[in-house]
């Protein structure tokens, strides 16, 4: 069973950067693929990125393409999501998860395992 803790959130201004972390436990990690989703006040949960479990292969949603850059820690059990240029519309709870499989999919219900997310919000 892999658990998973997210960090990194926090109070920026637009066009500030923040980097997230998602750190997980269990020996399995590296076999599955990793999902970055936000979920907005009052917005269904959305995708945001995605890395495969194997060869650092990446999917990013249109909105964040440019800005956002997932990356893996193949020797560890973190994965990061530095955001750049971050806009208001980009203020979310944020989690990480994991899906039983390598490739980095972009379908929330591809994914099983969730962690608690940690909050973003930027402000104008």
């Known amino acids: 069973q892999v658990r998973l803790v997210e960090s990194g959130g926090g109070l920026v201004q637009a066009g500030d950067s923040l980097r997230l972390s998602c750190a997980a436990s269990g020996r399995t990690f590296n076999m599955y693929a990793v999902g970055w989703f936000r979920q907005a006040p009052g917005k269904e949960r959305e995708f945001v990125a995605a890395i495969s479990a194997t060869d650092g292969s990446t999917t990013y949603a249109d909105s964040v393409k440019g800005r956002f850059t997932i990356s893996r820690d193949y020797t560890g059990n973190s994965v990061y999501l530095q955001m750049n240029i971050l806009q208001p519309e980009d203020t979310a709870v944020y989690s990480c998860?994991?899906?039983?499989?390598?490739?980095?999919?972009?379908?929330?219900?591809?994914?099983?395992?969730w962690g608690q997310g940690t909050q973003v919000t930027v402000s104008s």
């Open positions: 998860a994991t899906r039983p499989g390598i490739r980095p999919l972009a379908q929330i219900w591809e994914y099983d395992t």
